[in-house]
């Protein structure tokens, strides 16, 4: 095995295993081998975007692009990178350009979706939800989408139907479950929406807003101590600097209860 191949095998070797300041190192030294490679800077990008360098894995993806032009998983990961950073109409091309190379696929009209609905355009992005179950009529990224959009719209019923819809097709889905539980806790059912939220937590401990809508329920039954120890888990997960104002409110939130409990 040549030093590049022992070097890309190390670095995917360390992305499997959540190592991913192991597969940086790996990985450069592999472009350094070889800058032809596509494989070795989609690879770096990958590792990159998960330690939240999206800058840095944006210029990777991009390099690895020119090298590889029909790859639709390197051009969603590009695509989400744009969409973390804010990037929209960067991120709305790149998913465009994924429709250009194959016209299948359901996600890409997902991922266009959420960057309209990032913009308010409500009614475009239920368009472009519609249009990727027409391709794919059980994609559960897409009900989801479109219970998200339901929601948000107060269209309760809807947004319930499709979360069961995910539920049906796969009941360990927790961003479903997740939902649900802030459909029930806003119409104030919270004994559906803690078994919701419970479920999310359980099937994805890293999906930071259902602990924070779990020590919510819990503050307004006046549960404080299981309202407390969930807000101390959403500020121990997330690490957003998008969240940063509600980390903020949530930080003096448990201050305040560790006060009353003192």
Request: hydrophobic content about 45%; aromatic content about 8%.
């Amino acid at each position: 095995m040549s030093e590049f191949d022992a070097n890309i095998e190390r670095g995917r070797e360390a992305l499997e295993s959540g190592a991913f300041g192991k597969a940086v190192d790996q990985l450069r030294k592999a472009v350094k081998l070889n800058a032809d490679s596509a494989e070795a800077h989609l690879l770096l990008g990958e590792a990159l975007s998960e330690q939240g360098e999206d800058a840095a894995a944006i210029a990777e993806f991009n390099t690895g692009l020119k090298l590889d032009a029909e790859n639709v998983d390197a051009r969603y990961a590009l695509g989400d990178c744009y969409f973390a950073t804010h990037q929209f109409a960067a991120a709305l091309s790149t998913y465009q350009d994924i429709l250009k190379i194959d016209p299948q696929q359901a996600d890409a009209w997902v991922s266009i979706g959420l960057v309209h609905s990032s913009h308010g355009n409500a009614e475009q992005a239920l368009e472009d939800y519609h249009k990727a179950l027409q391709i794919d009529p059980v994609s559960v990224f897409a009900l989801n989408s479109l219970g998200d959009i339901y929601y948000g719209l107060g269209h309760n019923e809807q947004a319930l139907a499709q979360y069961r819809k995910v539920i049906d097709l796969d009941p360990d889905d927790a961003q479903a479950h997740f939902g649900l539980c802030e459909l029930h806790y806003d119409l104030e059912d919270y004994a559906a929406a803690e078994e919701e939220g419970l479920a999310a937590v359980r099937l994805d401990p890293g999906l930071t807003y259902a602990w924070l809508t779990l020590g919510n329920i819990c503050l307004d039954e006046e549960r404080t101590e299981e309202a407390l120890n969930y807000f101390q888990e959403f500020l121990a997960l997330e690490r957003s600097p998008d969240a940063k104002e509600i980390c903020a409110e949530v930080a003096a939130v448990v201050a305040g209860l560790k006060a009353e409990l003192d």
